[in-house]
């Protein structure tokens, strides 16, 4: 075809402060800078109207309710995971027509994308944050119905290569690259803990992260309150941590963190001032969700929110002020903060389970075992908390080793990063799997199913669900799916725990779980079936209406 590929990115926005979106922003601009395709942006956090949209070369569809628009609202809240994209995107698969749909966030999030009535005329590609294991059964089921799989870390291809037994078509590691001319050792450390508003002579433990459940701030506010108990007198003196990190936000309440542990005085934020006329860009002990200015004297200064946060220039200040970077956390996809530090030259301490795995050897981090290993309620995956008495000891370690030697593991955590997370490296994955994908046509001719519900009664319910699918859904792509099975299920045992479409991953409970049991029969499945045809026929009636097929 004499047209370039159109290639439609879903993700949370890229140019908000979180992980998936930096990735997506670095992402997108490689593909963009190839000349080669035409790309689109779903952008689950973003509204219409916003002035950012226009900052990037590809456009972008705002997923967020129009201000104002109660219709729009009242939709948009009906369901919980429309707030990753599903009310708007078969409204933009048919303004963009994309040949390939592609998703880096956890499976959950892109659901809606596998099981579509629009499905066929896409390629999708995802690369889902394993970031725990067991990887739930219905997830590794969609693994192996979609045309790629890439991991952020080579931890979570060991485990899918496991789990899956072979049956995914696997693309490769993209791993987040972060830029070695941004993210760089700034020369004199006291000096740049000057600029930042923190004694040159003081040593800072830092870390870099969503304050959230699964960033454990409380065990390394207990393990930085012993480690200041068992320290010695010079050590205990000197250092503090440093977070930066939002408050308020979806997680821990920090202000009572403080007091818990004693260590309102020990502990410094990021703030930053909110006035247009000002910007300005500090550390200090902790001053609530909004404080004074020490610049401009207004009462302005707040923590970095993903939404307005800082620039990566100023973030790799904060990472120079660091004498180590520490990453708690009960489990990770990728954890880019680890990546941009040790980038910046800053040695790096990471807990030894999931894709922080990977930093042992990629970047040089000191690895804490997990003490404890936890199952989550909503997914049954483990999760883990790491190794206090280590990871006290290893800071007593690093912290008492002269500076010149802590710079120099520093720096050769530099040189590996930037061997081993090459941009053109990991992000040629997705360019290379996606020029072998094939062009797909949004102009075929209109398919619709008439369903056939004149067939005999099946013996039993596999044979039930199974001539169920072929003769009224027509879709053998769902035989022996997780799907399929799991209707095997609910009508032998009488009832089902699910909510909406049976193509749902039981993985939306961690969205919206449901506490209680609604009966299913036969006949619940046969309307559940039904229902997904009818969803199919409208949607493939406004394909024919909209593009004239």
């Given at each position: 075809?004499?047209r370039?590929k159109?290639?439609l990115?879903?993700?949370e926005?890229s140019?908000?402060?979180?992980g998936?979106?930096?990735?997506?922003?670095?992402?997108?601009?490689?593909?963009?800078?190839?000349?080669?395709?035409?790309?689109f942006e779903?952008?689950?956090?973003?509204?219409?109207?916003?002035?950012?949209?226009?900052?990037?070369?590809?456009?972008v569809?705002?997923?967020?309710?129009?201000?104002?628009?109660?219709?729009?609202?009242?939709?948009?809240e009906?369901d919980?995971?429309?707030?990753?994209?599903?009310?708007?995107?078969?409204?933009v698969?048919?303004?963009?027509?994309p040949?390939?749909?592609?998703d880096?966030?956890?499976?959950?999030y892109?659901?809606?994308?596998?099981?579509?009535?629009?499905r066929?005329?896409?390629?999708?590609?995802?690369?889902?944050?394993?970031?725990?294991?067991?990887q739930?059964?219905?997830?590794?089921?969609?693994?192996?119905?979609?045309?790629?799989?890439?991991?952020?870390?080579?931890?979570?291809?060991?485990?899918?290569?496991?789990?899956?037994?072979?049956?995914?078509?696997?693309?490769?590691?993209?791993?987040?690259?972060?830029?070695?001319?941004?993210?760089?050792?700034?020369?004199d450390?006291?000096?740049?803990?000057e600029?930042?508003?923190?004694?040159?002579?003081?040593?800072?433990?830092g870390?870099v992260?969503?304050?959230?459940?699964r960033?454990l701030f409380?065990?390394?506010?207990?393990?930085?309150?012993?480690?200041?108990?068992?320290?010695?007198?010079?050590l205990?003196?000197?250092?503090?941590?440093?977070?930066h990190?939002?408050y308020?936000?979806?997680?821990?309440?920090?202000s009572?963190?403080?007091?818990?542990?004693?260590?309102?005085?020990?502990?410094?934020?990021?703030?930053k001032?909110?006035?247009k006329n000002?910007?300005?860009?500090h550390?200090?002990l902790?001053?609530d969700?909004?404080?004074v200015?020490?610049?401009?004297?207004?009462k302005?200064?707040?923590?970095?929110k993903?939404?307005?946060g800082?620039?990566?220039?100023?973030?790799?200040?904060?990472?120079?002020?660091?004498?180590?970077?520490?990453?708690?956390?009960k489990?990770?996809?990728?954890?880019?903060?680890?990546?941009?530090?040790?980038?910046?030259?800053?040695?790096?301490?990471?807990?030894?389970?999931?894709?922080?795995?990977?930093?042992?050897?990629?970047?040089?981090?000191?690895p804490l075992?997990?003490?404890?290993?936890e199952?989550?309620?909503?997914s049954?995956?483990?999760?883990?908390?790491?190794?206090?008495s280590?990871?006290?000891?290893?800071?007593?370690?690093?912290?008492?080793?002269?500076?010149?030697?802590?710079r120099?593991k520093?720096?050769e955590?530099?040189?590996?990063?930037?061997k081993?997370y090459?941009?053109?490296?990991?992000?040629?994955?997705w360019?290379?799997?996606?020029?072998a994908?094939?062009?797909?046509?949004?102009?075929?001719?209109?398919?619709?199913?008439?369903?056939?519900?004149?067939?005999?009664?099946?013996?039993?319910?596999?044979?039930?669900v199974?001539?169920?699918?072929?003769?009224?859904?027509?879709?053998?792509?769902?035989?022996?799916?997780?799907?399929?099975?799991?209707?095997i299920?609910?009508?032998?045992r009488?009832?089902?725990?699910?909510r909406?479409s049976?193509?749902?991953?039981?993985?939306?409970s961690?969205?919206?779980?449901?506490?209680?049991?609604?009966r299913?029969t036969?006949?619940?499945?046969?309307?559940e079936?039904?229902?997904?045809?009818?969803?199919?026929?409208n949607?493939?009636?406004?394909?024919?209406?909209?593009?004239?097929?």
């Amino acid at each position: 075809m004499n047209r370039k590929k159109r290639i439609l990115f879903n993700t949370e926005f890229s140019l908000l402060n979180s992980g998936y979106s930096t990735y997506s922003l670095d992402c997108l601009r490689y593909l963009y800078n190839t000349g080669k395709y035409e790309l689109f942006e779903l952008a689950a956090y973003c509204e219409p109207g916003n002035p950012s949209i226009h900052q990037v070369p590809w456009k972008v569809f705002p997923n967020l309710p129009t201000p104002g628009n109660q219709q729009e609202n009242a939709i948009y809240e009906s369901d919980n995971t429309n707030a990753f994209g599903k009310w708007k995107f078969e409204k933009v698969l048919l303004e963009c027509q994309p040949d390939i749909v592609f998703d880096v966030r956890d499976i959950w999030y892109c659901t809606y994308s596998i099981h579509n009535p629009l499905r066929r005329f896409y390629n999708l590609f995802l690369m889902p944050a394993c970031d725990a294991e067991p990887q739930a059964p219905d997830w590794i089921n969609s693994y192996s119905n979609v045309d790629g799989i890439a991991t952020y870390s080579k931890w979570a291809k060991d485990l899918l290569d496991i789990q899956c037994n072979g049956n995914y078509n696997y693309i490769g590691r993209a791993s987040p690259a972060s830029n070695p001319e941004v993210f760089k050792p700034l020369g004199d450390k006291r000096k740049v803990k000057e600029f930042l508003g923190v004694h040159p002579e003081n040593k800072i433990v830092g870390m870099v992260a969503r304050n959230q459940d699964r960033k454990l701030f409380p065990a390394l506010m207990n393990t930085f309150a012993s480690f200041l108990e068992k320290a010695p007198q010079h050590l205990k003196d000197s250092t503090y941590l440093y977070l930066h990190t939002a408050y308020p936000d979806v997680g821990w309440e920090m202000s009572k963190l403080l007091l818990d542990y004693g260590l309102s005085n020990k502990i410094y934020f990021t703030y930053k001032c909110l006035s247009k006329n000002c910007q300005y860009v500090h550390a200090s002990l902790f001053k609530d969700a909004i404080g004074v200015c020490p610049k401009c004297k207004s009462k302005s200064a707040v923590t970095p929110k993903s939404s307005d946060g800082i620039s990566n220039e100023e973030l790799n200040i904060v990472y120079n002020c660091f004498d180590v970077y520490i990453q708690y956390a009960k489990n990770e996809g990728f954890a880019i903060p680890v990546l941009e530090a040790a980038t910046a030259g800053i040695p790096t301490i990471v807990v030894d389970y999931s894709a922080m795995c990977d930093f042992k050897e990629t970047l040089d981090s000191i690895p804490l075992k997990p003490s404890v290993y936890e199952r989550e309620c909503s997914s049954g995956r483990y999760t883990t908390i790491p190794n206090h008495s280590q990871a006290i000891n290893e800071l007593i370690k690093i912290l008492s080793l002269p500076f010149n030697i802590r710079r120099r593991k520093g720096y050769e955590s530099r040189q590996l990063a930037i061997k081993n997370y090459d941009k053109q490296e990991m992000f040629s994955v997705w360019e290379k799997a996606f020029d072998a994908a094939e062009f797909k046509n949004w102009r075929e001719p209109a398919r619709f199913i008439q369903p056939n519900l004149n067939f005999p009664n099946p013996p039993n319910a596999y044979e039930f669900v199974r001539t169920c699918l072929e003769n009224i859904v027509q879709y053998p792509e769902l035989f022996d799916t997780y799907m399929m099975l799991r209707a095997i299920r609910d009508i032998e045992r009488g009832f089902t725990e699910q909510r909406g479409s049976l193509l749902f991953h039981d993985e939306k409970s961690i969205i919206n779980r449901p506490n209680d049991f609604k009966r299913f029969t036969p006949d619940d499945f046969i309307q559940e079936c039904l229902r997904i045809v009818n969803n199919y026929n409208n949607w493939e009636k406004v394909r024919v209406e909209r593009l004239g097929v």
